[in-house]
């Protein structure tokens, strides 16, 4: 599998169908229709694309930049050492619950295995054979395929089991097709090996499996993103090596029935709950197996016209909030959207009419093997004609069955403000505990938002699962009743009380009493109203009623930095946009308490949780928060936190050199501190993005301390007003260098200035000690301003 997508769920965690009840369920693969099948299939096996002696084929394979960037990513690879992996990083896991060390090195060695196969495809030199020869026989050399966090009880790692993973699965598929595009090129040594093990550690098991010969593998009657990925990765495998037309009937008639359980996982309006990035993962691997079948019987066995499909093919259309921002649920990452091949894929194949998709320019450099070629060749979805745009009102996504809805500006306004608000229950696929979480969204920026999932350990997925404080409601903006957070199940459930939507507002009132076993609670409901008047408004509020007084708090999430301007009212500052939040308590008093939660998260900086804490126990209350959008003039000094007296909020640090420190500081309580004792590192701090006051000069100005050594760099990154990047020329060289090797007695005042290129709207500042440096030193109040004069910068 790539492995830099997020791995999923083990089986003790997913919501599943039984594998086995008291009743044996039927085999996967039927017999007649397997038979069936047989028929639709040709002669001999083949995978997606053409072999490589079809050079008219390959001339035509994807794009001439493409083709090169390929060539180039192969070159690359060839020449750079193969990562090595061995007993000891593999028992990793086992000892230390850590999954990242052992999938990094799986990945980079896994990788090589498409560059290098593409590569020689598209050249047809015979340079990448040697390689790739010594990439297979490398990898064959494992224990096993299957990932260390699959195999806890180290089973397959002894060779007393074997559990089809969603690794192991993705290998086999990857080499199987290798060795059909290849062909006799590859040696037959090699050919060999890597038959026998696609054969011992995937077909042979999956095969006992579907015929009842052995227990089936959990995944194949699930109803989550393992069944489509190893569904795919065994099927494809099959149809590409097996020689018996009739053993791969059997593989497609078990497919065509496993993906039936798969998309069940989908609510019917095709929400899916393990979210967008497991859409990515889950849902594009069904795409991708439904092509492979589709191409091996010529069309005659077709997933994609079962009706469950096309509802969850919209899925990311339709949780989409705005400006490219999707809601983090469960497991997600922040910044998680949905592929454009993909999306491209379904566009044409549907003929739905999104503009956004209607072309696809990268086909054929897309991931791994597979993808490329069912992408990069003609298809199923290529074939057809460019759908016409078709004009939508997508004020709103109201995924009924789910509880889930996604509110927007009306068309035409000029309101850049925009929610999405959660329902559903505690039990849902990749589960966090977060009924009545919501994100609020200023232009392209998230400002109150549920923080998505943190780095998977062996906790992630075990009876602990809720210690983090980002996977249990702690980590959500939701209540905390009498001290309690919500407790996980199918029992803790948002029940949809009103579901009230106009053009002017939309009302979701929730109850999500049962999220909570506090004694004596009677009652908690939390209502959304979204207005669209003016630039439009989100108010949240909680009425709660219990037996006996007990404290409650509600909470706000955020990554960005804050303040509280008066008594009842905080601002949230983003890098363009910023929120007021105004409180009423109904007249009981509260305070506002705000932690930095430290866990391990995938996000650019550590989440704020921002209490809003009654400071005496209530039998019965009213909070609201009404969250508004404010005028681009009340950001502030820019980039915000640049005086970092919150944390690291809105900053992306290194998690090595950089760190926010309270010794050392030229005003306020903290500063941002570089130790560099690495000659071959350097530090890597970006601020966030600051708007420029047009497009003539400006500086970077703050305040250094140096500690010791020399050779801080500060660097200006631009963004255009999308948030792209625009590359310079100047991109590699620091505008600027701080200390002198020195030791500092006071802090010191630094300006370095620079001219924005043409179509940059915001600058970010990169603080990178030069690699060979060794220092150390603080930087403080960190702010772009229009510089005083506007001769260009030589």
Partial sequence: MPLDQPPAVLALLCVA?????????????????????????????????RPIDDRAAWSAFATPPVREKLVRQAEKSMTAPLPETDDDLFLDFSKTGNRTRWQDVAGKRRGRLPELVLAECIENKGRFLAPFHEL????????????????????????????????????????????????????PDVRTLVRSRIDAWVLGPARDGITGR??????????????????????????????????????????EASTRYFLSGFTPDGYCSEGMGYWNYGFGRFLLLAETLIQATSGKLNPLEDPAVRAPAQFPENIHIQNGVYPAFADCSVGSRPSGPYMFFINRYFQIGWPDYATMDNAGATGGLPESLLLGFP?????????????????????????????????????????????????????????????????????????????????????DRYASKVL??????????????????????????????SDQADTLALD??????????????????????????????????????????????????????????????????????????GGNPFTIAAEEIREDVRTRSLPQRIAIRLTQPVTRASVTVKLSPLPRSALGPQPSNGDFEQGSAGWQLDDRISSITGEFRASGKRSLRITDNSKKEGSAAYSPPASLAGAGRHEIRGKYLNISGKGIGVYVRFLDGEDRPVETEKDRHPIGVLGDGQPSKAWSPFAFPFDPPEGADAACVWIHSISSAIVDGCIDDIQIVPAPQANPVP
């Fill in 379 to 463: 298809n199923s979805a290529s074939r057809t004609p460019v759908p016409k745009a078709q004009p939508q009102d997508n004020r709103r996504s109201w995924f009924k069955d789910a509880g889930i809805l996604i509110a927007r500006p009306a068309p035409g306004s000029a309101s850049r403000f925009a929610v999405a608000l959660k329902g559903g229950h505690n039990a849902e696929h990749h589960n966090h505990n977060d009924l009545g979480s919501y994100l609020a969204v200023a232009g392209r920026e998230a400002l109150i938002l549920d923080p998505g999932g943190e780095v998977y350990t062996a906790r992630t997925f075990s009876k």
């Fill in 17 to 49: 169908l039984p594998l086995r009840a008291e009743n044996k369920p039927a085999p996967l693969a039927d017999a007649a229709r397997a038979a069936q099948i047989a028929q639709m299939l040709p002669e001999r096996p083949a995978g997606p694309g």
């Fill in 214 to 255: 052995a227990r089936e593998q959990f995944w194949m009657r699930a109803t989550h993103n393992w069944n489509a990925v190893c569904t795919a990765g065994v099927t494809g495998a099959a149809l590409a090596l097996i020689d018996s037309r009739e053993d791969r009937a059997l593989f497609a008639a078990a497919a």
């Fill in 512 to 585: 999500i009493t049962s999220a909570y076993d506090t004694p004596g609670l009677k009652s908690l409901v939390r209502t959304f109203t979204y207005s669209r008047a003016g630039e439009g408004h989100l108010t949240v509020r909680d009425d709660v009623t219990l037996e006996k007084p007990a404290p409650f708090e509600t909470a706000l999430v955020t990554l960005d930095p804050w303040q509280q301007t008066d008594p009842r009212t905080l601002q949230i500052r983003g890098a363009r946009a910023s929120l007021r939040a105004e409180i009423d308590t």
């Fill in 472 to 501: 249990s409601s702690y980590g959500h903006p939701v209540p905390l009743v009498g001290g309690r957070l919500q407790r996980p199940g199918r029992e803790a459930q948002a029940k949809v009380l009103r579901a009230d939507f």
């Fill in 136 to 187: 297979a026989r490398s990898l064959c050399a494992e224990r096993t395929w299957t990932m260390p966090a699959h195999d806890r009880k180290l089973e397959n790692f002894h060779g007393k089991a074997v559990t089809i993973d969603l690794a192991s699965s993705d290998v086999a598929w990857q080499f199987a097709v290798a060795l059909y595009l290849l062909g006799d090129r590859v040696q």
